[in-house]
């Protein structure tokens, strides 16, 4: 199946870690992402991670990426009232001969002051 | 460099009718996706144009259809509105298509609301 999972809900409290969770399904996906959603907005590109990485980090950000067991995170560090959002992952699969991306269910962060 | 733009941002429409719906790529970008974004189905993707050509298609009816321009600029066309198609419908624009390089990020525009009555 196409189906990238991730929680729904996650709550945190201002100035603690987030680590949002991603399991996706095609292992030759080339690049993975993560986007943020404000209310009533389009989706801000975060950070993406090639696939023959382990690790990247980008401030406040820490992607992990697991590909033997296809799971992706994000850690926000020192996480603010302005984080919370709504959070998608994204995998770039091919099949059929061509290639899409396929988006997570999203996980709504709620930080709590 | 402005980013992707999407008009109108906001619709109201009746079932029955049809609306079109346009997108403005970032500079520079040929590829242009459009996906339809409802709170039970989530992120659904409808079609991706790149080089004014249909690369890739999702599972929605013929009801939905687009085009891309010669300037990269894409607009997506619902004919015979139903209820269910109020959604938020989000483009997003890429340097390339592919799947293989960093140049395929996409990147989102603020998405248009349409209302069906």
């Known amino acids: 199946g196409e189906d990238v999972e991730q929680s729904l809900f996650l709550s945190v409290r201002e100035g603690d870690s987030s680590v949002i969770n991603c399991t996706y399904t095609?292992?030759?996906?080339?690049?993975l992402y993560w986007y943020k959603q404000e209310p009533g907005a389009g989706l801000q590109l975060l950070t993406y991670i090639f696939s023959n990485m382990d690790m990247k980090q980008d401030q406040r950000l820490t992607v992990l990426l697991n590909k033997k067991d296809k799971h992706l995170s994000l850690r926000i560090a020192d996480t603010q009232t302005g984080d919370s959002a709504i959070y998608f992952c994204?995998?770039?699969?091919?099949?059929?001969?061509?290639?899409?991306?396929?988006f997570g269910t999203g996980t709504r962060l709620k930080v709590l002051a | 460099k402005a980013g992707v733009t999407q008009t109108p941002r906001y619709l109201i429409k009746t079932r029955g009718q049809q609306v079109t719906l346009s997108c403005s790529p970032i500079?520079?970008?040929?590829?242009v996706s459009w996906y339809q974004q409802t709170p039970g189905q989530g992120l659904q993707f409808l079609f991706e144009?790149?080089?004014?050509?249909?690369?890739n298609k999702g599972n929605f009816p013929g009801r939905f259809s687009g085009r891309q321009f010669s300037n990269s600029r894409s607009e997506m066309n619902v004919s015979t509105l139903e209820l269910g198609d109020s959604a938020l419908y989000l483009c997003?624009?890429?340097?390339?298509?592919?799947?293989?390089?960093?140049?395929?990020?996409?990147?989102f525009g603020p998405g248009t609301r349409l209302t069906v009555l």
């Open positions: 500079s520079g970008h040929r590829s």
């Open positions: 144009y790149f080089s004014e050509t249909q690369r």
């Open positions: 095609d292992s030759s996906s080339t690049y």
């Open positions: 997003a624009s890429s340097l390339a298509w592919g799947g293989r390089s960093y140049t395929d990020t996409q990147y």
């Open positions: 994204a995998e770039t699969s091919r099949g059929s001969g061509t290639y899409k991306y396929i």
